[in-house]
């Protein structure tokens, strides 16, 4: 425990006490009068104190915020009762991420420093811009700063209004870029978003402790020009405004979300002074304004990767003029700036053990490796596991089935709906847990087939094709039973194919084995649904053991959230970039043999399993 | 002369030419053949070749543009008889600016160059932008660029319909602001611009080679609220929308400017890139969009005095988006960038020569100093040298009395004046001139008194004041004589003694004596209209030898255009800003005392003059 000295003015007296008291205890075990009424509730306003050296303890609370004026708390009075002492060279706070492995040290790109400057005269007229650099060097040492010129256009009518008592906002410890009257150290607020296809997803975070306000989403507007990559890219293509019209829409997606975040909780615009973005390479290039269009066909080159700083105007974003937008840097045309941040808050970049990061999706990214480099890529695996091609698919929401066991017995079937009720349809999890059930009941044959003469009714054949019932009419929200098809099947082994088969070549790039892999991470929020013993079973994921598969959840959005929070991520994400060795798949000459060798279902054995497929592969 | 080596294609065959030389010319005395129709005049179109270095070559000429399509020049196309051999090593020029004393070379900001790049394929699919940036390193050797956001907007397109071949222009070897399909290599301009309160001047320059291809100026739009700096002050406080609008009028002025040195050469302010500005301290604010109220009351500080580099945008000012906008820095309130460029363009913060500068205008600046540092100062002279405050006074323009002669015997005056003809008026050189003339004529006593009973009936008594007629109504343009009356005088006696004082008071700064001065720079229009003897002769500038005295004309302009071509000199004026103690003459106690006593004449020398004076100062 770190024992603090405080002194009480105006007697001079100093006293101890331990970090996290509060003044009010503090002064109560030292016997120093002060007056409460309200028993330290933050109620009664009695115990005002007024605090010289605001780093030293606690932030605001929200109850001083009721108690006490704007003007006193800028004037640095707080309540003894709500106001904690700490360790003000205690600066770095290690900050953890929820569903992520690693941690790391707080250390935004943003920070406010207070200026208490001495008005010019005839003897000091040094001009406003020099006063306010060298105060800011001599107090805080801070000696290469420039004012960005939309500080700079208000700086003189700030210090004026405030009697020269301002907070500065620092970039990067670089540049000035906003200056508001008083002292606004405390409010500070960043926001980091993750632009996905469909979902755009976000959270609002204080800068100064790293703890997270709020966290939001909403659909991606864009959504009305086509659900996924591609056709967004071939609407940007159509006419002459239809490329601005969906950097419009998702520019206004973003703004919409910044506004849910901060209307409830009625935090200015202003006090958000960055914002971190990741997102897949086709939204990363629509939000910046750059054509699409080279992404989307051979050889699928990015226009530009490198991680960015922009204005907020530039990309027409409404968060405090001044303040930065940071991109971080995309892998390839396919592969985007959430990849990069599902790496960052896996830490598998800097970790001795071998990690495998699949995030599923329409495109499923693929990374492979550890701290000696990494090898990744992307592979069409199209949209059965999200619902699409499949006769009763539907994305993981209420009402789908998202989990499924079979009775190897009666083949009776047990499942599992996403928010309880009755069923709709089937998501990608439950459609994994299905055919891993089949394959244990010996209802699926290893290249697919469904077993027709199969002892259970479940099993028949309707309009040429054969079909496996999972609920009945009666036990669904629909008018019909709801089944798995012989064509869904075939669209899910031609999904878990792609899959497994990026998973081999990268496996054969790093010259590893299945057994080689530490862990396997499952991101995403199809990740969390899947039970990795069934991806197993199914050939999804390499043959690893169950212990070593971990679904992590939106990885993305916490990597995009790790960025805000600390300049040592964003250049770690420049480092892994260096590190990392982008395979297309499109130019890997055996790429169609692996895909449809893993079309096939593996023995529980993976060994057997490989010699059984090869020898039916010459069936 | 320089002699260079061509290698001519497909033979391989080597020739020797001097530089200079037409590839027309090289071919035939070494007996290439060639083709012409037309004599070298580059008409026919006959004698087409392909140039592989176009940096050893002449730039494209204006008849090679009517014959040749810009495809076939961006190919490398060249007519033999227009083009000459150039030496590409001697690539640092050095530049004379006239009415300068100093040479420096040539090293702009923005620099252009080409890049011929692969296109992309499976094998090798990087991102535009690195593509563009390692071609960038390899060939150029520009290790340390990133793309501006305003041509990454554009890469992708400019790469793709230029088959790959683009030139990109690039700021401070740092950023690429600019990417243009094909070879625009020598197409590089800039334009430096003095922003005066009465006056916008500009000239166009060649970035390439340094060359001014056109100058111009037009009227301060915003002359039409106040004559004066304090008069636009004051408008810009008088209401909420009245800063703005001088903003906007002056912006507007720079705007029409640009399209005045443009658009009759057909050049496109795209091919602009650059921007210089300087100007009193005032005008910097203002168009910057930061308020000048602090210049205007005590203690005087500027907002902002370092340079700046700004994006056109910012300030919307109409040349290349990308482009840049640099300001040179002020040294305080009421001494501007426009007397660091006087300086600049003078040389002395780099001379061993003690160098006296002095910009006369309604604010006098005056430097005194040398590479060992300088003070300066600045004076309200008030507008009398500009006409202002005097009952014939005028302006330097066509009508005004710029030379006057008094004959000692018959007291004649002869005159002349701007523009010839008749005269309307007297301005800042014709009244220095008279004030030295009646001196010299025993028409003025050392107080300035005019002699009243003088032998001449050019001096006479009306309404209860004394004038002297320097024109007949019949000499003239008017209805009345043109006089010069007591009350002028006293005015001339005002502006002159505060110019005196505030060289008296850097000279007291420095400790120097006035023999101790090498040199008298007098900048500015009128600095050139001058009689420097006259100038001693009245004690408007300290009493040095008239061979020490220099008119360098419109230096403001001319050290914008130093600081639009080099970067060195830039840094210089960075440099020489840290090294000049600026006086602040309403702190300095004794000012009155020497204000008071500059009041006077002096005696033909100073010496004697000097003691005069004291004595008289205690009657």
Request: net charge negative; hydrophobic share 40%.
């Amino acid at each position: 425990v770190v024992k603090l000295e405080l002194t009480v003015e105006p007697e001079g007296r100093r006293i101890k006490a331990e970090e996290g008291t509060s003044i009010m205890e503090a002064f109560r075990s030292s016997g120093v009068g002060i007056r409460s009424e309200c028993g330290s509730r933050g109620i009664c306003g009695q115990c005002r104190v007024l605090i010289k050296k605001q780093k030293s303890v606690s932030i605001v609370t929200e109850q001083e915020l009721k108690v006490l004026t704007s003007t006193e708390i800028a004037s640095g009075l707080r309540l003894a009762c709500q106001t904690r002492l700490r360790d003000s060279l205690e600066t770095k706070r290690r900050i953890q991420v929820e569903g992520v492995m690693i941690s790391f040290e707080l250390n935004p790109a943003v920070k406010k420093v207070r200026a208490q400057l001495l008005s010019p005269n005839l003897a000091n007229n040094q001009p406003d811009s020099a006063r306010l650099l060298g105060f800011l060097k001599e107090h805080y040492g801070l000696s290469q700063l420039s004012i960005r010129y939309i500080a700079l256009r208000k700086i003189s009518t700030v210090l004026r209004n405030s009697q020269w008592d301002v907070t500065a906002t620092i970039w990067n410890n670089r540049e000035i870029v906003e200056i508001e009257a008083g002292d606004t150290t405390q409010i500070i607020y960043g926001i980091s978003v993750d632009v996905g296809t469909s979902k755009i997803a976000g959270q609002l975070v204080r800068l100064d402790d790293g703890s997270v306000v709020a966290t939001d989403s909403l659909e991606n507007p864009q959504i009305l020009h086509g659900e996924d990559i591609i056709s967004r890219i071939t609407y940007a293509s159509s006419d002459g405004f239809s490329f601005e019209e969906l950097r419009s829409l998702v520019i206004g997606g973003i703004n919409d979300l910044i506004s849910k975040l901060c209307s409830p909780r009625v935090i200015r615009k202003d006090y958000v002074y960055e914002m971190t973005l990741v997102g897949n390479s086709a939204m990363h290039h629509i939000l910046l304004g750059v054509h699409p269009q080279s992404l989307a066909i051979s050889p699928y080159v990015p226009v530009i990767s490198e991680s960015l700083n922009l204005q907020p105007k530039d990309l027409g974003i409404n968060i405090n003029e001044g303040g930065n937008i940071h991109l971080l840097p995309l892998v390839a045309g396919f592969v985007g700036s959430d990849d990069i941040a599902d790496m960052l808050s896996t830490g598998m970049y800097k970790s001795d053990k071998l990690c495998l990061l699949i995030d599923i999706g329409t495109n499923t990214e693929i990374n492979l490796g550890n701290d000696k480099g990494i090898v990744c890529c992307s592979c069409a695996s199209g949209p059965a596991f999200e619902g699409g091609h499949v006769h009763h698919g539907m994305k993981a929401v209420q009402g789908a089935i998202e989990r499924v066991t079979i009775d190897s017995g009666n083949y009776d079937v047990r499942f599992e709906v996403i928010g309880g009720g009755k069923p709709v349809g089937i998501c990608g999890s439950g459609m994994i847990d299905i055919l891993a059930e089949m394959i244990g009941c010996n209802l699926l044959d290893r290249t697919g087939r469904i077993i027709e003469d199969s002892p259970t009714k479940r099993i028949r054949r309707v309009n040429d094709t054969v079909e496996f019932v999972i609920a009945w009419k009666e036990e669904t929200n629909k008018d019909e039973d709801i089944v798995v098809t012989q064509k869904d099947i075939r669209e899910l082994q031609m999904a878990k194919a792609a899959i497994y088969a990026g998973c081999h070549i990268l496996m054969e790039k790093r010259e590893v084995s299945s057994e080689e892999i530490d862990k396997v991470y499952l991101a995403g929020a199809f990740g969390n649904y899947i039970d990795p013993k069934n991806a197993k079973a199914i050939g999804l994921i390499p043959d690893v053991k169950p212990g070593k598969i971990l679904s992590v959840g939106n990885t993305a959005l916490a990597g995009a959230r790790m960025a805000l929070l600390s300049v040592d991520i964003r250049n770690e994400a420049i480092e892994m970039t260096k590190n990392l060795t982008y395979v297309e798949l499109g130019a890997e000459t055996n790429f169609n043999r692996e895909f449809i060798s893993a079309t096939f279902f593996p023995l529980p054995t993976s060994a057997i399993g490989n010699r059984i497929v090869k020898k039916e592969e010459g069936n």
